[in-house]
């Protein structure tokens, strides 16, 4: 229940009180309270607040559902959303049976446990962990008969409550689910409660009010611990007296939980001691783990502890490799609160939020304010990052200039990467050495300037010269330990010593300095590897460490104090196997953020109802007698666009596109818009697709399938049959598709001969959009638009297990080409109409041009084989990969390769507020278009629902919803749609990722392809001085890219290797002529083997060389050929 709707429950039975003069039992008065303050100036001022005290509110709060319509509250409970109401426990006796009623297995003892504000913050999964009475210590049983594991009822009181909103809204809402969770806990049948969470309002509870403390010095939150002592004293009396008084034999425990050991010393202190009561007081005060400790001694089968919040470095354990006695301190302590808060307005520090690098959690920036100008600070090093992690907000202190990044010294340093590092530091750099090879990128990372108008230098000098500031985190403000992480851990190996070539892995490294059993004889420390390489590794103390070794496991970061080299976090949940395709899918969504749990009821209440049915309505214009249809991929059943065209009367050709009109069933600020809105995108995996709306709407009423009728957003286009528009109109239509073809089925019908075409109207509407796509293309590319190139391929999945059986290239056909173009066509006039109309409210994309850094390392390997790139702009870079084309002629996938490598060099395309950006960097680079928008997807994202409201406002159809009229509004939109964008590009590469390994791997039921032999090209050899040998290939039958490492060649000592960096080129002469025995140089063709290296944790997919056989590694030779003798 929210805060408001408490007030409001409240005030109504206060009025009630106040009116009705005949319940003697309720009275109302106030408590004053007087604190003084002493200025800065000297003077004594006096507070004086007034608490409103009640007598009539019993033991508590719980929500409970209500067959009474207009509830304060609702909650979906068996499928169905119900009014809950508050239900006050008026008596002990309604307590003791609320208490009792809760399905426990502590036999004949009864546990209340009263809440402190940090078991609130730090021990959520321990609270909302649910055991089952026959659980076998594996929480992901769905039994029924399911209740809390720490005690029979929870007790939150008010005080508790608005302190974790005040420091957490995160933790709130949580608590506030808990709050709702106990309204089910009914079985339905007059049976066991499960779940049993109260509500004590002790703040107006006229039995829990404290005295004044006599220190003048006490805070509030001295007051607040004394009134959260009060209320576990309040129920630990009331429970004790009515045992007593009935005489009953049963045992009830009233607990107090704190992390807070003064407060649990105040709590012993201040009960007066009683013979009569269990060990002399009516409460107990414990920590959250003393109080596991002791359940899970009571039931060894209860892996709680490994739940619980860690917040120190535990000194009580026996290490292999460190000396509890004398500590080591890695970092420098930070700032305190008061010294950051003057420091923040002076201007001495700077807030902002530290994000990591994608692949390394020991580099990062943060976003500062300096005027009106935002900047990036870069802060490099675990000294520098001072322990902040992705996500915190801190306090940053710049660096001396002289210290700043130029251009020249951040690629120095680049080079010198290693040198001087702390263990923390390699660990971070591990998985850029890694050998593993993987799916190939489509494009290089978004810069901050892309990304968010975030500068990335700064002018120093009067001359202009640019620099990258740094500085260090000198403190931190909020932290961002409330998500979990996907991983494994990393345990010792109990191996014999090998071979002194043999390097360890970074992991195991790790591992061996930080493992160690605890004195309890119970726990012990592992080190926790999350998948993603912004987090830095994780210290958990667990119960069940052989259990987890080879799981895929969530973890929760808890603390990071400055006398441990990494954060300390606790357990919570396992997902599976490591390396199980199920698993391992689980992962990639938690890792990138992937929205995937089901529609909450309240979206699924904005749908319409299953008999709807679409007719006609006042305003749309009737198109059912045009022939419409659809072309898309075989098996597509979230069908966007359709398209048609007709001859006029006049010899012009009307051509339309219909798009689906999402907005009529989505309407602007609803639950299902707020849903959308935060998905922002459909993402697709190899096996499944993750909807950003309802399947009723994505593959039914939006869905414009054939011969049935839909509601559309069409754009008409009169134009010659040369392909130049005459005229544009903009409806609100119903349409009906007259068919649904797939890419082959209309290329079909293209391919079909003119005079078979003549009384065939789907044959002769594909023909007229073929021929204007062609036209349009054309016009589009003499512009400056660009032709590239992606390393896509498609799986073959099992019907069954939906494991791959084979991999195929993307089959491209004159079809495909003719549906971009049309819907390039719409985008780009619909972003015309929308920004004349709203010339600062404009959902756009940009795409900005490339920086020429980008494309140095293309352009000096396009020299070696005589090809010149020119990047001057899009159209000259077009030419010069035409030119390049037409002098690979004799190796056409040297052509597309080039393609590939130019896509890679260029930033991906970004959604922007049109109000942000000045005019001349609305242009997308890699379209020749001044200005482009989405508009032809709205079922899969939602920046194309905000352009149909905005040209639904623009055409006057409809009013632009309020929240579009903001720009600040639109600035999070676009973040959020960016965010999601990308993420949901990255799950999809993941995805394939995933199921390239099992291919590799010979599948999980032995289906897949196993290790296999292919031709590859050679994309980047490495030439550096005393670096081991190795070069970077393409595979394209399976759009793999991976290093090949020639391990077998001694790098420092061995003559007879030649480095030619001119020509990107490694050389291997013989020792004894001097003759080259084989080189392998950029663009080169090779023969590689392609096969899965699987380690305990891990799965590594890894490409050796087998061509020419001069540099290959003997020992894969000799195996290749072991195994052609298996197979004759």
């Not at 426990?104 to 055991?131: C, F, P, Q, W």
């Not at 080190?527 to 958990?540: A, G, K």
């Not at 290797?1057 to 001119?1062: H, S, T, Y």
Request: hydrophobic residues 35%; contains cysteine; proline residues 4%.
């Amino acid at each position: 229940m929210s805060d408001q709707e408490n007030d409001a429950a409240m005030m109504d039975e206060d009025q009630i009180i106040m009116d009705d003069e005949n319940q003697p039992s309720s009275s109302l008065h106030t408590l004053p309270t007087r604190r003084f303050y002493l200025t800065r100036r000297g003077k004594i001022l006096q507070s004086t607040t007034e608490r409103y005290l009640r007598d009539d509110l019993g033991y508590g709060t719980m929500l409970v559902p209500s067959t009474v319509t207009g509830g304060k509250s609702t909650e979906t409970i068996a499928g169905k959303i119900v009014n809950l109401v508050p239900w006050t426990i008026e008596s002990v006796s309604s307590l003791w049976n609320v208490v009792t009623s809760t399905a426990s297995s502590y036999g004949n003892k009864v546990r209340l446990a009263v809440i402190d504000t940090n078991v609130l913050l730090h021990h959520m999964d321990v609270l909302e962990y649910l055991r089952a009475s026959d659980d076998d210590g594996n929480n992901d049983k769905d039994g029924e008969n399911k209740h809390i594991a720490i005690a029979n009822a929870i007790v939150i009181p008010q005080t508790s409550l608005e302190e974790c909103r005040h420091r957490s809204l995160v933790m709130y809402r949580r608590a506030t689910d808990l709050i709702r969770s106990s309204s089910s806990g009914e079985d339905g049948s007059g049976g066991k409660r499960k779940i049993c969470f109260i509500v004590f309002a002790d703040v107006h509870h006229s039995d829990t009010q404290i005295k004044a403390l006599d220190n003048n010095d006490a805070i509030i939150n001295d007051e607040n611990d004394a009134r959260l002592r009060k209320v576990a004293w309040f129920y630990g009396n009331a429970l004790y007296n009515h045992l007593h008084d009935r005489s009953m034999d049963q045992d009830a425990e009233v607990v107090f939980l704190s992390d807070d050991v003064q407060s649990r010393k105040l709590a012993l202190l201040e009960q007066p001691s009683d013979d009569n009561v269990a060990d002399g007081v009516y409460y107990k005060a414990r920590s959250m783990r003393q109080h596991v400790a002791l359940l899970q001694k009571e039931d060894p089968t209860l892996h709680l502890l490994d739940m619980v919040a860690q917040f120190n470095s535990a000194p009580d354990s026996t290490n292999r490799s460190v000396d509890n006695a004398s500590k080591e301190i890695y970092y420098s302590p930070h700032i305190d609160s008061s010294d950051l808060s003057y420091g923040l307005k002076s201007n001495r520090y700077y807030q902002g939020t530290y994000r990591s690098n994608r692949d390394s959690h020991t580099e990062g920036y943060v976003t500062i304010r300096r005027g009106e100008d935002r900047v990036a600070v870069v802060v490099k090093g675990s000294d520098d990052i001072n322990r902040a992690v992705d996500g915190d907000v801190v306090a940053i202190e710049l660096h001396s200039i002289d210290r700043w990044l130029g251009s020249a010294e951040e690629e120095q340093s680049d080079k010198q990467k290693g040198a001087g590092k702390k263990e923390s530091d390699q660990a971070g750099e591990s998985a850029k050495e890694s050998p593993e090879a993987g799916i190939a990128a489509d494009t290089a990372e978004p810069t901050l300037k892309d990304i968010d108008n975030i500068a990335e230098e700064v002018a120093v000098d009067e001359e202009g010269q640019l620099r990258r500031p740094t500085g260090k985190v000198a403190g931190i403000i909020r932290r961002n330990f409330h998500k979990n992480y996907c991983g494994s851990i990393c345990t010792i190996e109990k191996v014999e010593k090998k071979e002194d070539n043999d390097t360890p892995h970074p992991h195991d490294v790790i591992a061996e300095k930080h493992e160690r059993e605890h004195a309890d004889g119970v726990t012990s420390t592992v080190v926790f590897f999350p998948i993603d390489n912004r987090i830095p590794p994780i210290l958990l103390r667990t119960t069940q460490r052989d259990r987890l070794v080879g799981m895929r496991i969530l973890v929760s970061i808890d603390s990071w104090p400055a006398d441990s080299e990494y954060p300390l976090g606790h357990y919570v949940k396992t997902l599976g196997v490591t390396g199980t395709k199920d698993t391992e899918t689980q992962v990639l969504l938690q890792e990138f953020r992937i929205p995937c749990e089901p529609f909450p009821a309240k979206v699924l209440a904005c749908l319409p109802p299953a008999d709807y049915k679409i007719e006609l309505e006042p305003g749309r214009l009737d198109m059912r007698h045009l022939p419409v249809l659809s072309i898309d991929p075989p098996g597509c059943k979230d069908i966007d666009d359709a398209l048609h065209c007709i001859e006029l009367p006049n010899g012009n050709w009307q051509c339309g596109v219909h798009i689906a009109d999402v907005t009529h069933y989505v309407e602007a600020g609803s639950a299902i818009d707020l849903e959308a809105a935060n998905r922002s995108t459909s993402t697709y995996l190899v096996n499944k697709r993750l909807d950003m709306l309802p399947s009723l709407l994505t593959t039914d009423l939006c869905s414009l399938k054939g011969n049935v009728d839909r509601f559309a957003f069409s754009v008409l286009w009169e134009v010659t049959p040369e392909a130049e528009v005459v005229d544009v109109e903009f409806h609100k239509s119903i349409i009906h598709s007259i068919a649904a073809l797939t890419y082959q089925q209309a290329q079909s019908l293209i391919d079909k001969p003119d005079k078979d075409c003549r009384d065939d109207i789907q044959a002769g509407a594909v023909k007229r959009l073929a021929v204007l796509a062609r036209k349009f293309r054309e016009r589009r590319i003499r512009a400056g638009a660009l032709t590239l190139a992606s390393p896509e391929v498609k799986f073959v999945l099992d019907s069954e297990s939906l494991n791959p059986t084979d991999v195929q290239a993307y089959t491209l056909y004159e079809a495909n080409a003719l549906v971009e173009e049309f819907m390039l066509l719409a985008n780009v006039t619909v972003s015309k109409k929308i920004l004349r109309h709203y010339p600062t409210l404009s959902v756009l994309r940009r795409h900005p041009a490339p920086n020429r850094s980008m494309f140095d390392g293309l352009i000096q390997k396009a020299r070696t084989k005589g090809v010149s790139i020119c990047i001057d702009d899009s159209k000259k870079l077009a030419d010069s990969l035409d030119e390049a084309g037409k002098k690979l002629s004799d190796n056409p996938y040297l052509d597309k390769l080039i393609r590939i490598l130019s896509t890679r060099c260029m930033s991906p395309a970004q959604y922007f507020c049109s109000g942000e950006y000045q005019a001349k960097d609305w242009h997308h680079y890699g379209l020749a278009a001044p200005v482009y928008t989405h508009f032809t997807s709205p079922i899969r994202r939602y920046a194309d629902v905000c352009v149909h409201r905005l040209l639904a406002a623009a055409i006057g159809v409809a009013p632009l919803p309020v929240f579009l009229s903001s720009k600040s509004h639109l600035h999070d939109l676009a973040a959020n749609m960016n965010r999601r964008h990308r993420a949901a590009q990255l799950a999809g590469r993941a995805s394939v990722q995933l199921h390239t390994l099992i291919f590799f791997a010979g599948g999980e039921e032995g289906e897949g392809g196993g290790a296999k032999e292919e031709d590859a090209y050679v994309l980047d050899v490495e030439t550096s001085p005393n670096s081991e040998p190795s070069f970077t290939v393409m595979v394209p039958r399976y759009g793999i890219e991976g290093r090949v490492r020639l391990s077998h060649i001694a790098a420092k000592d061995d003559e007879n290797l030649i480095r030619d960096p001119e020509r990107h080129r490694l050389a291997y002469k013989d020792a004894k002529s001097g003759k080259m025995k084989a080189s392998v140089a950029v663009f080169d063709k090779v023969r590689v083997k392609i096969w899965v290296r699987s380690s305990r944790d891990r799965k590594e997919l890894i490409v050796d060389l087998l061509e020419p056989r001069a540099l290959a590694d003997p020992t894969v030779l000799e195996e290749k050929e072991r195994t052609t003798k298996k197979k004759k």
